[in-house]
Antibody
Framework: EVQLVESGGGLVKPGGSLRLSCAAS????????MNWVRQAPGKGLEWVSS????????YYADSVKGRFTISRDNAKNSLYLQMNSLRAEDTAVYYC???????????WGQGTLVTVSS | DIQMTQSPSSVSASVGDRVTITCRAS??????LAWYQQKPGKAPKLLIYAASSLQSGVPSRFSGSGSGTDFTLTISSLQPEDFATYYCQQANSFPRTFGGGTKVEIK
């Protein structure tokens, strides 16, 4: 069974940093691209970042470029999102998701809440 | 960036109704489109990929169509468990973008 479990969310002050993790199991993690998607309270879905299976290709939304860094450790079956210079507008539930057939996001984690507030 | 416009933003329907949701891309995306269902407090769930392919385990009352810029998600006979918010997403290019969502509510 495919499982994605995010962790690392919490309350952080504006300008602070946080590192999210996503532990993957039930599939060959090293064979799949992975994404981060976020959802602000009461709002829609926003794509954040994508990383290819070997980390060769990395993309970011303009809203996080230069502040967030996506990475992965295939030996540990883990995906990460390093978030620096956090702003109030980064407050959201952050989901990791696997890229499947047709470049769709076929499996999602349960999400981890990041709150940026003083 | 490719903008995805969903309509309507909300729809009220009854059990057994046929519901159609539209998604329009600001430029052609071939068939690189997915549809997701999200219930309150839960992660999104993939329904349709490649515009018209049904994800494994998803009921056949869900169907997708379209290519290029105009796409449709149809629920042929609405069931109680289908009341949720639906999102389209383009996977043609980066940045990936989602539609604003369509909330399907009980009439």
């Amino acid at each position: 069974e495919v499982q994605l479990v995010e962790s690392g969310g919490g309350l952080v002050k504006p300008g602070g940093s946080l590192r999210l993790s996503c532990a993957a199991s039930g599939f060959t993690f090293s064979s799949y691209s992975m994404n981060w998607v976020r959802q602000a309270p009461g709002k829609g879905l926003e794509w954040v970042s994508s990383i290819s299976s070997s980390s060769s290709y990395i993309y970011y939304a303009d809203s996080v470029k230069g502040r967030f860094t996506i990475s992965r450790d295939n030996a540990k079956n883990s995906l990460y999102l390093q978030m620096n210079s956090l702003r109030a507008e980064d407050t959201a539930v952050y989901y990791c998701a696997r890229v499947g057939t047709g470049r769709s996001l076929d499996y999602w984690g349960q999400g981890t809440l990041v709150t940026v507030s003083s | 960036d490719i903008q995805m416009t969903q309509s309507p933003s909300s729809v009220s329907a009854s059990v057994g109704d046929r519901v159609t949701i539209t998604c329009r891309a600001s430029q052609g995306i071939s068939s690189w489109l997915a549809w997701y269902q999200q219930k309150p407090g839960k992660a999104p769930k993939l329904l349709i990929y490649a515009a018209s392919s049904l994800q494994s385990g998803v009921p056949s009352r869900f169907s997708g169509s379209g290519s290029g810029t105009d796409f449709t998600l149809t629920i042929s006979s609405l069931q109680p468990e289908d009341f949720a918010t639906y999102y389209c997403q383009q996977a043609n290019s980066f940045p990936r973008t989602f539609g604003g969502g369509t909330k399907v509510e009980i009439k």
